[in-house]
C-alpha cells in the first residue's frame, strides 16, 4: 500500500500552538487583502457607482462561470510600497464559457486604473503565466494609461505589454479586451492589439490623445465621442469589432466570443474519478511550527493535498531530508520534492537529480514543498563534493521542462531556495504559506557572518573592537532580515503568485496544475553537463 498514514495530533499542545500562531498570520494577511478589495476607498467607490458602472471585481464576477472559482494572482502586489495594495489591478484565473482564461481589470476607483510601476510588474507576470500556460486573455479595460508621476519607471519597460500581447496573438493564444471607460495614450494599444475588441456605447473612449492634447498638439476643436468614441470607432474606424448596450451586454458579448473560440487544451486529461485525501484538510492550519527551527514531516502535508492520501515515495531510505515521489492531485500526476528537516546534504542533491530526470522522462509535472536552510557547509561536506551535488540539483532544475509548482511552507534560504525552483527558476506558478520564510539566510546567521568579519578587520587594523556597537548592528540586521523575509514583504514585491491559507493549498495547485494543461506536457531531452 501507497497510501500515507498519519502521526498527527491536532489536540497536542504543539498543534494547537502551531495553529493559533498561522490563524494569527491569516488575520493580518487578510487585512491586507480587504485593503486591496476596498480599492479606491468609499468616496472613490460611490462616484464610481453614481456614473452607473460596475466595480472591476464586480466585472470578473459577471464574466466567469457561475460558481466557479477565481485564482486571483499576486494580490499584495506593492504591499510595502507608496502604492494602493493590489497594484491599481486585479488578476487571475477563472473559467469564462468552460474555458480557463486570464482575467486582468484595472480598479478604475484606484487612481483612475492608472499604471504605477507595481502594476506594470504584475501585468509582465501575469502575461508571462498566459504565455506560458497557453491561457486566453481577457482585458476589462478602464485606465487612464501610465500614472504621470512615476512615468520614468513605466514608460520605457511598459512597452513590453504591447508586445505581449502581439507574441500572444502570434502564438495562437487569444487575446479579447472589453472597454469599459477610458483607454487612452498608450492604453489605446491594448483594444488596438487584442484579437478582439468589445466597447459599450456612450461609454467606451479610446485615442491616443484626447481632445485637451489634440488640441494643444494641432489646434483642433474635438469632442470625445468623435474623437474616440464607441460609435465612431464600430461604424468608421473599425477598431471596435462589437458594439455592447450596456457593461452587462459588454460581458455578455465576451463571453460569447470565449464560448465561440473553439479552445482544446493541448495536455494530458485528469483521471476521471479522483478520490479526496483520507486526512483532514483543515488540519494544515497546524503542521508548520512557528519557530522554523523546529522540523516536521511533509508527508503530513502530502496526505492532505494528494488524492487519496496515495503516495508512492520514490529512495526512501536515501537522502531522506528530502521525500520525494509520485502522487496525482485532483487526477493530474505530480512527482514531488519536499524538505524534510531542511538542510540539503549530497545525498539528498543527487536523488533529486536523479527524480528530475526521471519526472522529464514521463512528462510528470513537480511540485516544490519547500522547507530549506540550504545546503549544508562544514569541511566534510566540502571534501565529499556538496558544491558540485548542489549544483547536480540546480542544473536538473533549471534544464527540467516539465511544468513546476513552488510552494513555501516554511524556511527557504540560501542556495538551498534555487535548488528547490525559486522564483529565479521560472517555476509555473509560486505560492506561499504565511508561515514562510524566504532570504540568502537567517536573520541571525547573517547577522553573524557580518559581525565575524567587522571584528576580524578590526583585529587586522589593532583597534579595540566596540562589543556593544556590535551587538545594536547585530539586533539591527536580525530585525531587517526578519522584517524583509515575510511573506507579505516577499509577495508585495510579486516574488509569490500569492499567499495562501494553507487549507486552500489543494484548491490552488489543483487549478494551477489544470492551468498549465492548457499547455502540451513535455520534459526535457537533456540536461547540462552533471559532475560526478
Known amino acids: 500500500m501507497t497510501v500515507l498514514r498519519s502521526a498527527l495530533d491536532s489536540g497536542s499542545a504543539e498543534y494547537l500552538a502551531a495553529a493559533a500562531a498561522m490563524d494569527g498570520k491569516l488575520t493580518e494577511i487578510e487585512g491586507e487583502f480587504a485593503k486591496a478589495v476596498a480599492g479606491g476607498g468609499p468616496d472613490k467607490l460611490a462616484r464610481h457607482r453614481k456614473r452607473g458602472k460596475l466595480t472591476a471585481r464586480e466585472r470578473i464576477e459577471l464574466l466567469v462561470d457561475e460558481d466557479s472559482p477565481f485564482l486571483e494572482l499576486c494580490p499584495l502586489a506593492a504591499w510595502g510600497s507608496e502604492f494602493q495594495v493590489g497594484a491599481s489591478v486585479i488578476a487571475g484565473i477563472g473559467i469564462v464559457a468552460g474555458v480557463e482564461c486570464v482575467i486582468v481589470a484595472p480598479d478604475p476607483t484606484v487612481r483612475g486604473g492608472t499604471s504605477n510601476p507595481w502594476t506594470l510588474r504584475k501585468n509582465l507576470r501575469v502575461n508571462d503565466i498566459a504565455m506560458e500556460n497557453r491561457l486566453p486573455v481577457i ?178 531510505l536515501y537522502g531522506s531530508s528530502l521525500v520525494t515521489g509520485w502522487a496525482e492531485l485532483h487526477g493530474y500526476p505530480v512527482g514531488i520534492l519536499a524538505n524534510a528537516r531542511g538542510v540539503l546534504f549530497s545525498e539528498e542533491s543527487q536523488k533529486a537529480a536523479q527524480f528530475i530526470q526521471l519526472a522529464n522522462r514521463k512528462n510528470t509535472p513537480l511540485l516544490f514543498l519547500h522547507n530549506t536552510t540550504g545546503y549544508m557547509v562544514g569541511r566534510e561536506f566540502e571534501q565529499k563534493g556538496i558544491i558540485k551535488h548542489g549544483a547536480m540539483m540546480i542544473n536538473a532544475v533549471s534544464n527540467s521542462k516539465v511544468p513546476h509548482l513552488t510552494l513555501l511552507m516554511g524556511a527557504s534560504y540560501g542556495a538551498g531556495h534555487y535548488g528547490m525552483c ?85 484548491t490552488v495547485l489543483g487549478m494551477a496544475l489544470s492551468a498549465v494543461h492548457n499547455a502540451p506536457i513535455e520534459g526535457a531531452d537533456g540536461f547540462g553537463v552533471f559532475r560526478m
Not at 527551527?293 to 503530513?300: A, G, Q, S, T, Y
Not at 488524492?307 to 526512501?316: G, I, M, V
Not at 571584528?455 to 532580515?481: C, H, S, V
Not at 514583504?489 to 500569492?498: C, H, I, N, V
Request: hydrophobic share 40%; charged share 25%; no cysteine.
Open 139 to 316: 482585458g476589462l479595460v478602464e485606465s487612464g494609461g501610465a500614472d504621470l508621476p512615476t512615468q520614468k519607471e513605466v514608460f520605457v519597460p511598459g512597452g513590453r505589454m504591447f508586445r505581449d500581447l502581439t507574441r500572444l496573438s502570434a502564438a495562437g493564444i487569444p487575446t479579447i479586451a472589453l472597454v469599459f471607460g477610458n483607454s487612452t495614450a498608450g492604453g489605446a494599444y491594448i483594444p488596438g492589439m487584442s484579437d478582439y475588441t468589445v466597447m459599450i456605447k456612450e461609454r467606451s473612449k479610446v485615442f491616443l490623445g484626447g481632445p485637451p492634447l489634440v488640441k494643444m498638439a494641432t489646434g483642433e476643436e474635438s469632442d470625445d465621442e468623435s474623437l474616440g468614441g464607441a460609435e465612431m470607432h464600430a461604424r468608421v474606424s473599425g477598431l471596435a469589432d462589437y458594439l455592447a448596450a450596456d457593461e452587462q451586454d459588454a460581458i455578455r458579448i465576451g463571453r460569447s466570443i470565449v464560448k465561440r473560440l473553439n479552445w482544446t487544451k493541448r495536455g494530458p486529461r485528469p483521471r476521471a474519478e479522483v478520490l479526496e485525501p483520507r486526512f483532514d484538510q483543515e488540519e494544515l492550519l497546524g503542521i508548520v511550527p512557528s519557530d522554523l527551527k523546529i522540523p516536521f514531516d511533509p508527508r503530513e502535508v502530502i496526505a492532505r493535498v494528494v488524492d487519496d492520501s496515495d503516495f508512492d515515495e520514490f529512495k526512501p
Open 422 to 506: 525559486g522564483r529565479a527558476y521560472d517555476p509555473r506558478f509560486v505560492f506561499a504559506w504565511p508561515s514562510a520564510k524566504s532570504a540568502v539566510m537567517g536573520g541571525a546567521q547573517l547577522a553573524g557572518v557580518i559581525s565575524i568579519v567587522g571584528r576580524a578587520a578590526t583585529e587586522a587594523k589593532g583597534l579595540p573592537f566596540d562589543e556593544a556597537a556590535d551587538a545594536g548592528m547585530r539586533a539591527a540586521i536580525e530585525a531587517q532580515i526578519e522584517a524583509e523575509s515575510l511573506p507579505m514583504f516577499m509577495s508585495g514585491r510579486l516574488y509569490d503568485d500569492g499567499v495562501i491559507d494553507p487549507r486552500d493549498t489543494r
